[in-house]
Protein backbone atom coordinates (compact mmCIF):
# COMPACT_ATOMS: atom_id res chain seq x y z
CA UNK A 1 0.00 0.00 0.00
CA UNK A 2 1.03 3.27 -1.18
CA UNK A 3 0.56 7.31 0.14
CA UNK A 4 -1.26 8.75 -2.59
CA UNK A 5 0.96 11.68 -3.40
CA UNK A 6 -1.96 14.68 -4.44
CA UNK A 7 0.95 16.48 -6.82
CA UNK A 8 1.27 13.89 -8.55
CA UNK A 9 -1.64 14.47 -11.23
CA UNK A 10 0.16 17.67 -11.84
CA UNK A 11 3.26 15.99 -12.25
CA UNK A 12 2.15 12.78 -15.01
CA UNK A 13 0.02 15.79 -17.05
CA UNK A 14 2.49 17.58 -17.45
CA UNK A 15 4.97 14.43 -18.39
CA UNK A 16 1.81 13.51 -20.77
CA UNK A 17 1.60 16.98 -22.50
CA UNK A 18 5.70 16.95 -22.82
CA UNK A 19 5.36 13.65 -24.46
CA UNK A 20 2.54 14.52 -26.86
CA UNK A 21 4.56 17.78 -27.53
CA UNK A 22 7.69 15.77 -28.74
CA UNK A 23 5.47 13.30 -30.86
CA UNK A 24 3.91 16.18 -32.78
CA UNK A 25 7.08 18.25 -33.53
CA UNK A 26 6.95 16.45 -36.44
CA UNK A 27 3.82 18.24 -37.59
CA UNK A 28 5.68 21.63 -38.21
CA UNK A 29 7.42 21.23 -40.85
CA UNK A 30 3.70 20.98 -42.41
CA UNK A 31 2.33 23.21 -45.15
CA UNK A 32 -1.17 24.74 -45.32
CA UNK A 33 -3.11 22.35 -47.80
CA UNK A 34 -5.75 23.07 -50.61
CA UNK A 35 -8.79 21.63 -48.23
CA UNK A 36 -10.58 24.29 -46.08
CA UNK A 37 -7.39 25.53 -45.43
CA UNK A 38 -7.78 28.25 -48.31
CA UNK A 39 -11.13 29.45 -46.72
CA UNK A 40 -9.99 29.99 -43.35
CA UNK A 41 -6.77 31.02 -43.53
CA UNK A 42 -5.22 31.44 -47.38
CA UNK A 43 -8.19 33.59 -48.49
CA UNK A 44 -9.68 34.48 -45.48
CA UNK A 45 -9.34 38.28 -45.45
CA UNK A 46 -11.32 38.09 -42.47
CA UNK A 47 -8.38 37.44 -40.17
CA UNK A 48 -5.83 39.84 -41.63
CA UNK A 49 -7.02 42.60 -39.21
CA UNK A 50 -7.24 41.73 -35.37
CA UNK A 51 -10.17 44.32 -34.60
CA UNK A 52 -14.16 44.76 -34.18
CA UNK A 53 -14.66 43.93 -37.48
CA UNK A 54 -13.66 40.51 -37.57
CA UNK A 55 -15.70 39.81 -34.23
CA UNK A 56 -18.75 40.95 -35.96
CA UNK A 57 -17.82 38.68 -39.03
CA UNK A 58 -16.53 36.01 -36.98
CA UNK A 59 -20.10 35.73 -34.85
CA UNK A 60 -22.74 37.06 -37.67
CA UNK A 61 -21.53 35.74 -41.41
CA UNK A 62 -23.41 33.15 -42.71
CA UNK A 63 -20.88 30.33 -43.03
CA UNK A 64 -21.01 26.64 -43.53
CA UNK A 65 -19.21 26.00 -40.12
CA UNK A 66 -20.30 28.61 -37.23
CA UNK A 67 -16.82 28.40 -35.14
CA UNK A 68 -16.30 32.41 -34.34
CA UNK A 69 -13.90 31.90 -31.64
CA UNK A 70 -11.94 29.51 -34.31
CA UNK A 71 -11.64 32.37 -36.02
CA UNK A 72 -10.53 34.84 -33.97
CA UNK A 73 -7.84 32.10 -33.04
CA UNK A 74 -6.39 31.99 -36.52
CA UNK A 75 -6.52 35.79 -37.00
CA UNK A 76 -4.10 36.08 -34.08
CA UNK A 77 -1.98 33.36 -35.25
CA UNK A 78 -1.93 35.76 -38.71
CA UNK A 79 -0.95 38.71 -36.43
CA UNK A 80 2.28 37.42 -35.21
CA UNK A 81 3.04 34.59 -38.14
CA UNK A 82 1.11 36.07 -41.54
CA UNK A 83 0.97 33.19 -44.13
CA UNK A 84 4.02 31.09 -42.26
CA UNK A 85 2.15 27.96 -41.72
CA UNK A 86 5.04 27.11 -38.59
CA UNK A 87 2.80 29.30 -36.22
CA UNK A 88 -0.49 27.80 -37.01
CA UNK A 89 1.04 24.09 -36.28
CA UNK A 90 2.78 25.16 -33.34
CA UNK A 91 -0.42 26.77 -31.79
CA UNK A 92 -2.30 22.99 -32.81
CA UNK A 93 0.94 21.33 -31.31
CA UNK A 94 0.21 23.46 -28.02
CA UNK A 95 -2.97 22.95 -27.58
CA UNK A 96 -3.18 19.56 -27.65
CA UNK A 97 -0.54 19.05 -26.11
CA UNK A 98 -1.91 20.86 -23.11
CA UNK A 99 -5.67 18.80 -23.71
CA UNK A 100 -3.42 15.97 -23.21
CA UNK A 101 -2.06 17.24 -19.80
CA UNK A 102 -5.86 17.77 -18.92
CA UNK A 103 -7.40 14.31 -19.70
CA UNK A 104 -4.62 13.24 -16.84
CA UNK A 105 -6.18 15.55 -14.61
CA UNK A 106 -10.19 14.64 -15.42
CA UNK A 107 -9.22 10.91 -14.87
CA UNK A 108 -7.37 11.85 -11.60
CA UNK A 109 -11.00 13.94 -10.61
CA UNK A 110 -12.93 10.36 -11.58
CA UNK A 111 -10.78 7.81 -10.43
CA UNK A 112 -9.05 9.26 -7.21
CA UNK A 113 -11.23 8.25 -4.80
CA UNK A 114 -11.97 4.85 -6.35
CA UNK A 115 -8.60 4.02 -6.41
CA UNK A 116 -8.13 5.08 -2.43
CA UNK A 117 -8.74 4.12 0.65
CA UNK A 118 -7.95 6.38 3.73
CA UNK A 119 -5.27 7.84 1.47
CA UNK A 120 -3.71 4.30 -0.07
CA UNK A 121 -3.35 3.15 -2.86
CA UNK A 122 -3.44 -0.15 -3.80
CA UNK A 123 -0.85 -1.69 -6.37
CA UNK A 124 2.45 -0.31 -5.70
CA UNK A 125 3.51 3.12 -6.08
CA UNK A 126 3.84 3.78 -9.79
CA UNK A 127 0.44 1.98 -10.35
CA UNK A 128 -2.74 5.40 -10.03
CA UNK A 129 0.10 7.89 -12.12
CA UNK A 130 1.20 4.68 -14.59
CA UNK A 131 -3.14 4.85 -14.90
CA UNK A 132 -3.32 8.13 -15.37
CA UNK A 133 -0.47 8.31 -17.46
CA UNK A 134 -1.70 5.84 -20.00
CA UNK A 135 -5.33 7.64 -20.21
CA UNK A 136 -4.00 10.79 -21.48
CA UNK A 137 -1.34 8.90 -23.54
CA UNK A 138 -4.45 6.72 -25.96
CA UNK A 139 -5.91 9.83 -26.21
CA UNK A 140 -3.24 12.12 -27.26
CA UNK A 141 -0.77 9.64 -29.68
CA UNK A 142 -3.54 7.85 -31.15
CA UNK A 143 -3.22 8.07 -34.75
CA UNK A 144 -6.67 9.14 -34.99
CA UNK A 145 -5.61 12.67 -33.36
CA UNK A 146 -3.70 13.30 -36.20
CA UNK A 147 -5.88 14.76 -38.74
CA UNK A 148 -7.32 17.37 -35.63
CA UNK A 149 -3.70 18.54 -34.92
CA UNK A 150 -1.65 18.77 -38.55
CA UNK A 151 -4.60 20.07 -40.51
CA UNK A 152 -4.77 24.18 -39.68
CA UNK A 153 -8.45 23.95 -40.65
CA UNK A 154 -9.10 21.78 -37.64
CA UNK A 155 -7.95 24.10 -34.83
CA UNK A 156 -11.52 24.00 -34.13
CA UNK A 157 -10.81 20.55 -32.61
CA UNK A 158 -8.15 21.44 -30.39
CA UNK A 159 -10.26 24.30 -29.49
CA UNK A 160 -13.10 23.09 -28.63
CA UNK A 161 -11.43 20.54 -26.61
CA UNK A 162 -9.31 22.73 -24.39
CA UNK A 163 -12.35 24.72 -23.43
CA UNK A 164 -14.81 21.56 -23.39
CA UNK A 165 -11.96 19.71 -21.23
CA UNK A 166 -11.66 22.62 -19.21
CA UNK A 167 -15.19 22.59 -18.20
CA UNK A 168 -15.14 18.80 -17.21
CA UNK A 169 -12.40 19.81 -14.89
CA UNK A 170 -13.94 22.42 -13.59
CA UNK A 171 -17.34 20.50 -13.16
CA UNK A 172 -15.19 17.52 -11.29
CA UNK A 173 -13.79 20.06 -9.01
CA UNK A 174 -17.78 21.42 -8.22
CA UNK A 175 -18.77 17.58 -7.26
CA UNK A 176 -16.16 17.58 -5.14
CA UNK A 177 -16.26 20.45 -3.34
CA UNK A 178 -20.13 19.94 -3.04
CA UNK A 179 -19.46 16.26 -1.61
CA UNK A 180 -16.71 17.28 1.00
CA UNK A 181 -18.49 20.64 2.09
CA UNK A 182 -21.97 21.24 0.44
CA UNK A 183 -22.76 24.01 -1.66
CA UNK A 184 -20.27 26.41 -0.73
CA UNK A 185 -19.22 29.46 -2.67
CA UNK A 186 -16.06 27.31 -3.62
CA UNK A 187 -18.40 24.89 -5.24
CA UNK A 188 -20.53 27.12 -7.22
CA UNK A 189 -17.56 28.80 -8.41
CA UNK A 190 -16.11 25.86 -9.91
CA UNK A 191 -19.66 25.65 -11.03
CA UNK A 192 -19.87 29.43 -12.44
CA UNK A 193 -16.31 28.69 -14.32
CA UNK A 194 -17.26 25.43 -15.82
CA UNK A 195 -20.37 26.64 -17.17
CA UNK A 196 -18.01 29.75 -18.74
CA UNK A 197 -15.32 27.84 -20.08
CA UNK A 198 -18.63 25.39 -21.78
CA UNK A 199 -20.06 28.18 -23.53
CA UNK A 200 -16.23 28.93 -25.04
CA UNK A 201 -16.36 25.49 -26.62
CA UNK A 202 -19.38 25.85 -28.29
CA UNK A 203 -18.34 28.87 -30.05
CA UNK A 204 -14.61 27.09 -30.85
CA UNK A 205 -16.64 24.28 -32.04
CA UNK A 206 -20.38 23.17 -31.30
CA UNK A 207 -18.79 19.73 -31.40
CA UNK A 208 -19.68 19.98 -27.37
CA UNK A 209 -23.58 20.09 -27.55
CA UNK A 210 -23.40 17.09 -25.98
CA UNK A 211 -21.34 17.56 -22.91
CA UNK A 212 -24.43 18.15 -20.84
CA UNK A 213 -25.64 14.24 -21.43
CA UNK A 214 -21.67 13.40 -21.09
CA UNK A 215 -21.74 14.85 -17.66
CA UNK A 216 -25.34 12.98 -16.40
CA UNK A 217 -23.17 9.41 -17.62
CA UNK A 218 -20.34 10.68 -15.27
CA UNK A 219 -22.80 11.31 -12.92
CA UNK A 220 -23.56 7.59 -13.38
CA UNK A 221 -20.24 5.92 -13.25
CA UNK A 222 -17.61 6.46 -12.50
CA UNK A 223 -19.15 9.00 -10.04
CA UNK A 224 -21.92 7.20 -9.01
CA UNK A 225 -24.32 9.70 -7.92
CA UNK A 226 -27.33 8.41 -9.10
CA UNK A 227 -28.80 6.25 -6.74
CA UNK A 228 -32.36 6.75 -7.46
CA UNK A 229 -34.40 8.74 -9.66
CA UNK A 230 -34.90 11.62 -7.61
CA UNK A 231 -31.21 12.14 -7.66
CA UNK A 232 -31.17 12.11 -11.30
CA UNK A 233 -33.97 14.55 -11.55
CA UNK A 234 -31.51 16.93 -9.03
CA UNK A 235 -28.50 16.20 -11.76
CA UNK A 236 -30.58 16.84 -14.32
CA UNK A 237 -31.34 20.33 -12.88
CA UNK A 238 -28.34 20.92 -11.92
CA UNK A 239 -27.37 20.84 -15.87
CA UNK A 240 -29.90 23.43 -17.00
CA UNK A 241 -27.48 26.45 -17.70
CA UNK A 242 -25.53 23.64 -19.82
CA UNK A 243 -28.85 22.28 -21.52
CA UNK A 244 -29.74 26.00 -22.19
CA UNK A 245 -26.26 26.78 -23.51
CA UNK A 246 -26.63 23.86 -26.13
CA UNK A 247 -29.68 24.52 -26.93
CA UNK A 248 -29.39 28.48 -28.13
CA UNK A 249 -25.68 27.90 -29.92
CA UNK A 250 -27.24 24.86 -31.86
CA UNK A 251 -30.45 27.27 -33.13
CA UNK A 252 -27.81 30.06 -33.77
CA UNK A 253 -25.39 27.74 -35.65
CA UNK A 254 -28.63 26.19 -37.87
CA UNK A 255 -30.07 29.72 -38.37
CA UNK A 256 -26.33 30.05 -39.95
CA UNK A 257 -25.70 27.48 -41.66
CA UNK A 258 -29.69 27.29 -43.25
CA UNK A 259 -28.19 30.70 -45.35
CA UNK A 260 -25.67 28.74 -47.07
CA UNK A 261 -27.50 25.41 -47.32
CA UNK A 262 -25.22 23.23 -46.67
CA UNK A 263 -27.24 20.99 -44.87
CA UNK A 264 -28.58 17.57 -47.36
CA UNK A 265 -32.31 17.21 -47.67
CA UNK A 266 -34.44 14.25 -46.90
CA UNK A 267 -35.15 14.44 -50.44
CA UNK A 268 -31.09 14.20 -51.42
CA UNK A 269 -30.11 12.04 -48.52
CA UNK A 270 -33.31 9.56 -47.36
CA UNK A 271 -33.28 9.12 -43.90
CA UNK A 272 -33.07 5.14 -43.80
CA UNK A 273 -29.93 6.01 -45.76
CA UNK A 274 -28.22 8.31 -42.76
CA UNK A 275 -29.61 5.65 -40.37
CA UNK A 276 -27.36 3.07 -42.60
CA UNK A 277 -24.75 5.85 -42.72
CA UNK A 278 -24.40 6.80 -39.12
CA UNK A 279 -24.42 2.87 -38.18
CA UNK A 280 -21.47 1.93 -40.70
CA UNK A 281 -19.78 5.35 -38.85
CA UNK A 282 -20.25 4.23 -34.91
CA UNK A 283 -19.14 1.15 -36.23
CA UNK A 284 -15.39 1.99 -38.09
CA UNK A 285 -14.37 4.90 -35.77
CA UNK A 286 -14.78 1.99 -33.02
CA UNK A 287 -12.76 -0.39 -35.60
CA UNK A 288 -10.27 2.17 -35.82
CA UNK A 289 -9.73 3.17 -32.54
CA UNK A 290 -8.53 -0.28 -32.44
CA UNK A 291 -6.95 -0.42 -35.23
CA UNK A 292 -6.17 2.10 -36.87
CA UNK A 293 -5.24 1.15 -40.26
CA UNK A 294 -6.41 2.77 -43.73
CA UNK A 295 -7.15 6.11 -41.88
CA UNK A 296 -8.15 8.42 -44.90
CA UNK A 297 -8.97 12.01 -45.34
CA UNK A 298 -12.21 12.18 -47.02
CA UNK A 299 -13.87 8.62 -47.07
CA UNK A 300 -17.11 9.33 -49.13
CA UNK A 301 -20.21 7.79 -49.02
CA UNK A 302 -20.04 5.03 -51.89
CA UNK A 303 -23.16 5.09 -54.70
CA UNK A 304 -25.16 2.90 -54.07
CA UNK A 305 -24.44 2.37 -50.35
CA UNK A 306 -22.73 -1.34 -50.30
CA UNK A 307 -24.73 -4.01 -48.61
CA UNK A 308 -21.72 -4.11 -45.54
CA UNK A 309 -23.12 -0.87 -44.31
CA UNK A 310 -26.27 -2.07 -43.15
CA UNK A 311 -24.63 -4.89 -42.01
CA UNK A 312 -22.30 -2.52 -39.81
CA UNK A 313 -25.35 -0.79 -38.46
CA UNK A 314 -27.43 -4.14 -37.40
CA UNK A 315 -24.56 -5.32 -35.47
CA UNK A 316 -24.09 -1.69 -33.68
CA UNK A 317 -27.59 -2.20 -32.99
CA UNK A 318 -27.52 -5.42 -31.51
CA UNK A 319 -23.85 -4.67 -29.35
CA UNK A 320 -25.62 -1.59 -28.23
CA UNK A 321 -29.21 -4.02 -27.33
CA UNK A 322 -26.85 -6.20 -25.26
CA UNK A 323 -24.74 -3.65 -23.14
CA UNK A 324 -27.76 -1.86 -22.30
CA UNK A 325 -29.27 -5.06 -21.20
CA UNK A 326 -26.38 -5.92 -18.75
CA UNK A 327 -25.64 -2.27 -17.93
CA UNK A 328 -25.73 -2.96 -13.94
CA UNK A 329 -23.92 -5.97 -14.40
CA UNK A 330 -21.57 -4.01 -16.58
CA UNK A 331 -21.25 -0.38 -15.59
CA UNK A 332 -18.06 -0.03 -16.93
CA UNK A 333 -18.42 -0.96 -20.41
CA UNK A 334 -22.18 0.74 -20.67
CA UNK A 335 -20.23 4.47 -19.47
CA UNK A 336 -17.62 4.04 -22.38
CA UNK A 337 -20.37 3.02 -24.71
CA UNK A 338 -22.67 5.89 -23.88
CA UNK A 339 -19.68 8.04 -23.73
CA UNK A 340 -18.23 7.30 -27.14
CA UNK A 341 -21.30 7.32 -29.33
CA UNK A 342 -23.23 9.95 -27.81
CA UNK A 343 -20.01 12.63 -28.34
CA UNK A 344 -19.92 11.19 -32.06
CA UNK A 345 -23.76 11.96 -32.27
CA UNK A 346 -23.28 15.81 -34.30
CA UNK A 347 -20.88 14.66 -36.75
CA UNK A 348 -23.35 11.30 -37.57
CA UNK A 349 -25.18 11.33 -40.77
CA UNK A 350 -28.31 11.99 -39.14
CA UNK A 351 -27.38 15.78 -39.50
CA UNK A 352 -25.00 15.67 -42.61
CA UNK A 353 -23.82 18.86 -44.88
CA UNK A 354 -21.15 16.86 -46.69
CA UNK A 355 -21.22 13.43 -48.65
CA UNK A 356 -18.56 11.99 -46.30
CA UNK A 357 -18.74 8.85 -44.74
CA UNK A 358 -16.89 9.62 -41.62
CA UNK A 359 -14.39 11.83 -40.28
CA UNK A 360 -11.26 10.49 -38.09
CA UNK A 361 -10.98 14.52 -36.39
CA UNK A 362 -14.78 14.00 -35.03
CA UNK A 363 -13.81 11.24 -32.76
CA UNK A 364 -11.63 14.40 -30.42
CA UNK A 365 -14.09 14.71 -27.85
CA UNK A 366 -15.85 11.27 -28.18
CA UNK A 367 -12.67 8.81 -27.42
CA UNK A 368 -11.64 10.85 -24.04
CA UNK A 369 -14.00 9.05 -21.56
CA UNK A 370 -13.85 5.45 -23.06
CA UNK A 371 -9.99 5.99 -22.84
CA UNK A 372 -9.88 6.87 -19.21
CA UNK A 373 -12.26 4.15 -18.17
CA UNK A 374 -10.21 1.50 -19.81
CA UNK A 375 -7.05 2.79 -18.47
CA UNK A 376 -8.77 2.57 -15.15
CA UNK A 377 -10.09 -0.85 -16.12
CA UNK A 378 -6.50 -2.29 -16.88
CA UNK A 379 -5.21 -0.79 -13.66
CA UNK A 380 -7.73 -2.70 -11.77
CA UNK A 381 -6.72 -5.52 -13.52
CA UNK A 382 -3.31 -5.41 -12.82
CA UNK A 383 -3.95 -4.23 -9.37
CA UNK A 384 -5.88 -8.15 -9.10
CA UNK A 385 -2.56 -10.06 -10.97
CA UNK A 386 -0.18 -8.35 -9.18
CA UNK A 387 -2.03 -9.11 -5.62
CA UNK A 388 -2.55 -12.93 -6.78
CA UNK A 389 0.02 -15.67 -8.10
CA UNK A 390 -0.31 -14.25 -11.61
CA UNK A 391 2.13 -11.68 -11.84
CA UNK A 392 3.39 -12.93 -14.88
CA UNK A 393 0.09 -11.93 -16.48
CA UNK A 394 0.66 -8.53 -14.30
CA UNK A 395 3.69 -8.01 -16.54
CA UNK A 396 2.49 -9.08 -19.78
CA UNK A 397 -0.25 -5.75 -19.41
CA UNK A 398 2.75 -3.59 -18.96
CA UNK A 399 4.40 -4.72 -21.70
CA UNK A 400 1.38 -4.74 -23.82
CA UNK A 401 0.50 -1.47 -22.86
CA UNK A 402 4.00 -0.03 -23.53
CA UNK A 403 3.76 -1.69 -26.84
CA UNK A 404 0.26 -0.31 -27.68
CA UNK A 405 1.81 3.41 -26.62
CA UNK A 406 5.59 2.54 -29.13
CA UNK A 407 3.00 1.21 -31.67
CA UNK A 408 0.38 4.44 -31.87
CA UNK A 409 3.56 6.93 -32.10
CA UNK A 410 4.56 4.95 -34.97
CA UNK A 411 1.57 5.37 -36.51
CA UNK A 412 1.30 8.92 -35.44
CA UNK A 413 4.24 9.93 -36.97
CA UNK A 414 3.03 7.95 -40.55
CA UNK A 415 0.10 9.80 -40.70
CA UNK A 416 1.27 13.48 -39.59
CA UNK A 417 3.50 12.74 -43.35
CA UNK A 418 0.01 12.92 -45.28
CA UNK A 419 -0.58 16.32 -44.19
CA UNK A 420 2.21 17.48 -44.87
CA UNK A 421 0.89 19.19 -48.22
CA UNK A 422 -1.70 19.21 -50.70
CA UNK A 423 0.15 16.80 -53.13
CA UNK A 424 0.74 14.26 -50.08
CA UNK A 425 -2.62 14.89 -48.58
CA UNK A 426 -4.76 14.10 -52.40
CA UNK A 427 -2.43 11.60 -53.19
CA UNK A 428 -3.26 9.31 -49.99
CA UNK A 429 -6.93 9.70 -50.47
CA UNK A 430 -6.59 9.07 -54.10
CA UNK A 431 -4.73 5.40 -52.90
CA UNK A 432 -7.87 4.77 -50.81
CA UNK A 433 -10.82 6.18 -52.22
CA UNK A 434 -10.05 7.96 -55.97
CA UNK A 435 -12.64 10.07 -56.79
CA UNK A 436 -12.33 13.39 -59.56
CA UNK A 437 -12.03 16.05 -56.92
CA UNK A 438 -9.31 14.37 -55.27
CA UNK A 439 -7.49 14.47 -59.10
CA UNK A 440 -8.58 18.17 -59.39
CA UNK A 441 -7.00 18.95 -55.94
CA UNK A 442 -4.39 17.49 -56.51
CA UNK A 443 -3.56 18.90 -59.79
CA UNK A 444 -4.78 22.54 -58.36
CA UNK A 445 -1.32 22.16 -56.54
CA UNK A 446 0.54 20.97 -59.10
CA UNK A 447 -0.22 24.15 -60.87
CA UNK A 448 0.82 26.40 -58.15
CA UNK A 449 3.90 24.48 -57.64
CA UNK A 450 4.64 24.38 -61.03
CA UNK A 451 4.57 20.95 -62.40
CA UNK A 452 1.57 21.95 -65.21
CA UNK A 453 2.43 18.06 -66.47
CA UNK A 454 1.37 15.92 -63.99
CA UNK A 455 -1.74 18.90 -63.52
CA UNK A 456 -2.96 17.73 -67.05
CA UNK A 457 -2.57 14.31 -65.99
CA UNK A 458 -4.73 14.77 -63.11
CA UNK A 459 -7.29 17.11 -64.83
CA UNK A 460 -7.87 14.46 -67.87
CA UNK A 461 -8.07 12.03 -65.35
CA UNK A 462 -10.79 13.85 -63.27
CA UNK A 463 -12.49 14.93 -66.28
CA UNK A 464 -12.79 10.87 -67.01
CA UNK A 465 -14.64 10.50 -63.61
CA UNK A 466 -16.80 13.28 -64.32
CA UNK A 467 -17.71 12.57 -67.69
CA UNK A 468 -18.97 8.91 -66.52
CA UNK A 469 -20.89 10.36 -63.58
CA UNK A 470 -22.27 12.78 -66.18
CA UNK A 471 -20.96 15.70 -64.14
CA UNK A 472 -23.18 18.69 -65.29
CA UNK A 473 -20.16 20.52 -64.28
CA UNK A 474 -17.35 18.61 -66.06
CA UNK A 475 -16.84 22.26 -68.16
CA UNK A 476 -14.82 23.56 -65.28
CA UNK A 477 -12.16 20.72 -65.73
CA UNK A 478 -11.70 21.35 -69.47
CA UNK A 479 -10.89 25.52 -68.69
CA UNK A 480 -8.80 24.41 -66.32
CA UNK A 481 -7.05 21.82 -68.49
CA UNK A 482 -6.79 24.58 -70.59
CA UNK A 483 -4.59 27.05 -68.90
CA UNK A 484 -2.60 24.47 -67.47
CA UNK A 485 -2.32 23.71 -71.11
CA UNK A 486 -1.34 27.52 -72.23
CA UNK A 487 1.62 26.87 -69.29
CA UNK A 488 3.39 24.68 -70.92
CA UNK A 489 2.77 26.69 -74.53
CA UNK A 490 0.41 23.50 -76.06
CA UNK A 491 -1.47 26.25 -77.09
CA UNK A 492 -3.80 24.05 -79.64
CA UNK A 493 -4.90 21.92 -77.29
CA UNK A 494 -5.92 24.78 -74.96
CA UNK A 495 -7.79 26.53 -77.44
CA UNK A 496 -9.79 22.79 -77.76
CA UNK A 497 -10.36 22.56 -74.11
CA UNK A 498 -11.64 26.05 -73.74
CA UNK A 499 -14.01 25.52 -76.96
CA UNK A 500 -15.38 22.85 -74.91
CA UNK A 501 -15.89 24.47 -71.98
CA UNK A 502 -17.10 27.20 -73.55
CA UNK A 503 -20.13 25.14 -75.46
CA UNK A 504 -21.39 24.04 -72.38
CA UNK A 505 -20.56 27.33 -70.02
CA UNK A 506 -20.22 30.33 -72.35
CA UNK A 507 -18.31 32.42 -69.31
CA UNK A 508 -16.30 35.45 -70.20
CA UNK A 509 -13.48 34.39 -68.40
CA UNK A 510 -13.35 31.60 -70.64
CA UNK A 511 -13.07 33.81 -74.27
CA UNK A 512 -10.00 35.65 -72.39
CA UNK A 513 -8.01 32.83 -71.81
CA UNK A 514 -9.16 31.37 -75.11
CA UNK A 515 -8.10 34.77 -76.55
CA UNK A 516 -4.45 34.84 -74.80
CA UNK A 517 -4.02 30.85 -76.65
CA UNK A 518 -5.01 32.38 -80.01
CA UNK A 519 -2.99 35.31 -79.39
CA UNK A 520 0.02 33.33 -79.02
CA UNK A 521 -0.50 31.10 -82.03
CA UNK A 522 -1.12 34.30 -84.18
CA UNK A 523 -4.41 33.83 -84.93
CA UNK A 524 -4.92 37.94 -83.84
CA UNK A 525 -8.40 38.25 -85.47
CA UNK A 526 -9.69 35.36 -83.39
CA UNK A 527 -7.87 36.61 -80.53
CA UNK A 528 -9.49 39.95 -80.80
CA UNK A 529 -13.21 38.89 -80.84
CA UNK A 530 -12.73 36.45 -77.76
CA UNK A 531 -11.29 39.55 -75.72
CA UNK A 532 -14.52 42.00 -76.80
CA UNK A 533 -16.32 38.87 -75.68
CA UNK A 534 -14.77 38.56 -72.50
CA UNK A 535 -14.95 42.34 -71.79
CA UNK A 536 -13.10 43.28 -68.34
CA UNK A 537 -13.31 39.34 -66.90
CA UNK A 538 -9.50 38.12 -66.84
CA UNK A 539 -7.28 37.02 -64.14
CA UNK A 540 -7.00 33.08 -62.70
CA UNK A 541 -8.99 30.35 -63.26
CA UNK A 542 -11.84 29.82 -60.62
CA UNK A 543 -14.32 26.90 -60.50
CA UNK A 544 -18.12 27.88 -62.04
CA UNK A 545 -21.30 25.86 -60.42
CA UNK A 546 -24.11 25.69 -62.50
Not at 329 to 340: G, H, V
Request: charged content about 15%; proline content about 4%.
Amino acid sequence: MMTIDFKTPKAVALTASLICLLVYLRALACDFVNFDDTFYVLNSEAIRQLDWNLVVYAFTAPQANWVPLTHISLAIDYHFWELNPIGYHLTNILLHSANTGLVVLIADGLYRNKFSENGTVAGGKYLYPGMLLLAALVFGIHPLRVESVAWVTERKDVLNGIFSLGSIYFYLRYVDKKIERGPTSAAKRNLLISVSLFFLSLIAKTMSVTVPVLLLVIDWYPLRRVKNFKEFLQLVVEKIPYFVLSAAVAILMLSKTSKVKVLLTLDQFPFESRIIVSGNAVFEYIRLQLLPFGISPLPFIPSPIPWTYTVKTVLVLLITAGILFYWKKCRWLTAAWCCFVIALVPILALFQANPMSLAAHGTYLPSVFPGIILAALSAQTYCKFAASSSQFLGKMMLCAAVTLLVFYVAMTQLHIGVWKDSEALWTRVIKIQPFDRAYFSRALHYVDVGRYQDAIDDYTVCLRFMTVDRDPEAFNINAFRGEALAKIGRYEDAVRDFTTAIGQYPHRLYYYHRGRALKELGRTGEAEADFRQAGQAKGQMYWFGR
